[in-house]
Each structure stands twice: as structure tokens, then as C-alpha cells.
């Protein structure tokens, strides 16, 4: 079965400053998806990132950039420079091959101080 | 453009009720997925319809259902609620629901049973 943990309950990190945000999965198939959301207050489930397991170079949009460790399994989330419209809960999430269902890790709260 | 869209965004329910959920997806997407995130968990996979077939169930019980409609409009239906039903229901969208689709989320509908 298809597993994201995300050790960091919580985060803090000063604006303009860059923070990474970890992410470790298990999976045993070779072909895979990893995707990063943010979830503001209100609830809606952003699209940040996302990553193939067969992509060799590391995958960026914008501020966000997907550090895909292969070996290790591990797919952080680094955003730099850090804005106030940041704060929000971040999820990492796995789609497995043959579905559609994405498999979400328990979260990690960012909070951005002015 | 339009987003995935969700109603009622908030819903109170007694127990033993039954409630249904309505997402539109986003124009063109062909595909529907219905998450449950439980305060404070991340997002649970509870189907995902394309073409007006299921194509994928997570582990809930048969108390849940849901369907797709020709215009690709979703319901996802609850019976008998439960205390444990309370949660933030999130529907997704994504163009054909391969494995390299992206999904986009709803905004939610925040359903609390008493």
C-alpha cells in the first residue's frame, strides 16, 4: 500500500526567507505521481506541484520548486521567498498507477511572520 | 474560466439522515473524484467517476454513493449519517482521470452532523 508522511506538524519561517517543507513516500511501483497542495483557511485544495517518478530533472513552478529524491524517496517542497499569502496548510499526496485516487500525507501548518 | 464548483458549501444534518453533495467540474474535464478530510487529516479518496462509470472506491462503507451525470455533474450521496460523517467533502476535477491528470479541487462542502 501507498504511504506520505510528513513529519513536521508545523512550521515557521520569516518572509522573503526560503523554507522546505519534507515528504517521504512508500510505494513499491516503479511508476508514480507526487503532487503538492496548499489549503488556506477556507478550505479549497490548491494545486501547487507536481512531480513524475520517471521526470529526472526536479520540477518548478514559480516560488515552488520539488526537490525529488529517488533514492531516498523523499519529494520536499521548497518555496522561496516567502510571502504572508503563504500561511496555510501544505499536503503532500501520491497518485499510484492504473487510478485516479490521490493518497495525502497528514499536512504540515506553514506559518509566515512578517 | 470557471473552477470546480461545490453545493451547499456548509450542510447540518441530524443523525441517520441522508445528505446529498453536488460538484461541477471545470469546463472540458471529464472526470469527477470525491475526497472526506476529517479535522485535522488529510484528504480520504472516496471515488472517482468518469463517463458516468465508477472507476475507482475507496474504503467506505456502502452508506456512500455517488453518480455522474452526461454533463459530467456529480453527486455524491450519504445515508444512515453518522457523528463520524462530519467533514469537509471535497470533489476534484481532471480532464480524463489517467494517471497523468492533474486533479482540481472544489472549495468543499463542509458537512457537520449533530
Known amino acids: 500500500a501507498q504511504k506520505i508522511t510528513q513529519t513536521q506538524p508545523g512550521m515557521f519561517v520569516q518572509e522573503k526567507e526560503a523554507v522546505t517543507l519534507d515528504c517521504t513516500y512508500d510505494?513499491?511501483?516503479?511508476?508514480?505521481?507526487l503532487f503538492w497542495y496548499k489549503q488556506p483557511s477556507s478550505g479549497e485544495m490548491i494545486f501547487l506541484i507536481y512531480q513524475g517518478s520517471y521526470d529526472q530533472q526536479n520540477a518548478t513552478e514559480g516560488r515552488y520548486s520539488l526537490n525529488f529524491q529517488k533514492a531516498r524517496k523523499s519529494a520536499n517542497l521548497v518555496i522561496s521567498a516567502s510571502q504572508l499569502g503563504d500561511s496555510a496548510m501544505y499536503f503532500c499526496a501520491m497518485r499510484p498507477p492504473g487510478g485516479n485516487k490521490l493518497v495525502f500525507g497528514a499536512g504540515t501548518i506553514l506559518r509566515v511572520k512578517s | 474560466d470557471a473552477g470546480v464548483t461545490q453545493s451547499p458549501t456548509h450542510l447540518i444534518k441530524t443523525r441517520g439522515q441522508h445528505v446529498t453533495l453536488r460538484c461541477s467540474p471545470i469546463s472540458g474535464h471529464k472526470s469527477v473524484s470525491w475526497y472526506q478530510q476529517v479535522l485535522g487529516q488529510g484528504p480520504q479518496f472516496i471515488f472517482q467517476y468518469y463517463e458516468k462509470e465508477e472507476r475507482g472506491r475507496g474504503n467506505f462503507p456502502d452508506r456512500f454513493s455517488a453518480r455522474q451525470f452526461p454533463n459530467y455533474s456529480s453527486e455524491l450521496n450519504v445515508n444512515a449519517l453518522l457523528l463520524g460523517d462530519s467533514a469537509l467533502y471535497l470533489c476534484?476535477?481532471?480532464?480524463?482521470?489517467?494517471?497523468?491528470?492533474?486533479?482540481?479541487f472544489g472549495p468543499g462542502t463542509r458537512l457537520t452532523v449533530l
Open positions: 510505494t513499491s511501483d516503479p511508476s508514480y505521481g
Open positions: 476534484a476535477s481532471s480532464l480524463v482521470g489517467t494517471p497523468t491528470d492533474t486533479q482540481y
